[in-house]
């Protein structure tokens, strides 16, 4: 039997991020060692608290929850509360959480966890801004040397962006911390606009989803619904895709998506395209960029983990 795969995630909850680390959380396939918070689609006191939340709700409350970084490193701060709703998860009814913060700082708790483990020995998820990390590596470079992976929601190319023309949210949020993250050459998959546009939660797939006993299908299926109606109001016609999930999924199953060895770079310079992600596609580039994903085979194993008894 394989042994779960120790794991960091660094977050923004975020209803996408929500479905994420119900995925993550409710999986055996993971041990989550600790979830970060940055600030992103709500602020980071909204996001630390969902996370905490989120945790409970899975049984997960001994997962330590780490505050990070309440803004970007240069750029002048912005939220997605128009989409998420006020409280950062809209379809669930939002409380505080048993389980306190930790005292410790994110960049601090990253530093120290990657410190102690083995050489390569550390998968990171990034689904919100990538200021956390950036932090970290600046301020203590040699815990690249532990990191296996970074597995990071963010970025468009063919798709375009979803916040301008050019730019993806958690790219654009804090695109000086992406270019920090993405030039230090660390193994790094990228699963962009253009994978997770091809999987959307239609509502045959939540009725699915909905079939299934328990609670966590319930609200999973409540979680999607409610996503669902935000996308409609933005994008009238539209689904939701399944971005951070996106993160998961790949971890779970990499046979689900087509990818290509990629350099990426992002624009930080001021203009219309800041927070543009550049793939340069090269046989030996430190990057793999997701171009194609398997939207069935994707909800199939999200019906796998909720038929997991909690």
């Known amino acids: 039997m394989t042994a779960p795969l120790p794991l960091i995630i660094d977050c923004d909850p975020g209803i996408d991020d929500a479905v994420m680390l119900m995925m993550a959380l409710g999986s055996p396939r993971f041990d989550v060692r600790a979830i970060t918070t940055v600030a992103g689609n709500v602020p980071l006191r909204l996001t630390s608290r969902n996370a905490r939340m989120m945790g409970e709700l899975m049984g997960r409350p001994d997962i330590p929850v780490f505050a990070g970084c309440p803004r970007p490193m240069l750029r002048p701060p912005v939220t997605a509360e128009d989409f998420h709703g006020e409280s950062g998860i ?31 020995g550390m998968t990171l998820v990034v689904t919100g801004p990538m200021t956390n990390l950036a932090c970290a590596l600046v301020m203590a470079p040699e815990i690249a040397a532990h990191i296996r992976e970074i597995v990071i929601m963010g970025g468009a190319d063919t798709e375009g962006g979803n916040i301008t023309p050019f730019a993806e ?78 993160t998961i999924a790949w971890l779970l ?51 796998d983990i909720l038929r997991i008894a909690p």
């Open 90 to 120: 809209y379809g669930i009814d939002v409380f505080e959480p048993k389980a306190p913060l930790q005292p410790s700082h994110a960049v601090d708790a990253l530093i120290r966890l990657l410190k102690a483990a083995p050489h390569k």
């Open 169 to 246: 949210f958690n790219i654009f949020a804090d695109p000086h911390a992406a270019a920090i993250v993405l030039e230090t050459g660390l193994p790094a998959t990228i699963l962009s606009l253009d994978a997770t546009h091809q999987v959307r939660a239609t509502q045959a797939r939540i009725d699915r989803l909905a079939q299934i006993p328990g609670p966590r299908a319930a609200m999973m299926a409540s979680l999607l619904t409610a996503a669902n109606n935000l996308e409609t109001r933005a994008r009238p016609g539209t689904k939701v895709p399944m971005h951070d999930p996106s």
């Open 253 to 303: 199953a990499p046979e689900m998506f087509e990818t290509v060895n990629a350099r990426v770079t992002v624009t930080t310079r001021p203009g219309k395209e800041f927070g543009r992600t550049k793939v340069r596609p090269m046989k030996t580039g430190p990057h793999r960029w997701v171009t194609k994903a398997n939207a069935d085979a994707f909800f199939a194993r999200i019906e």
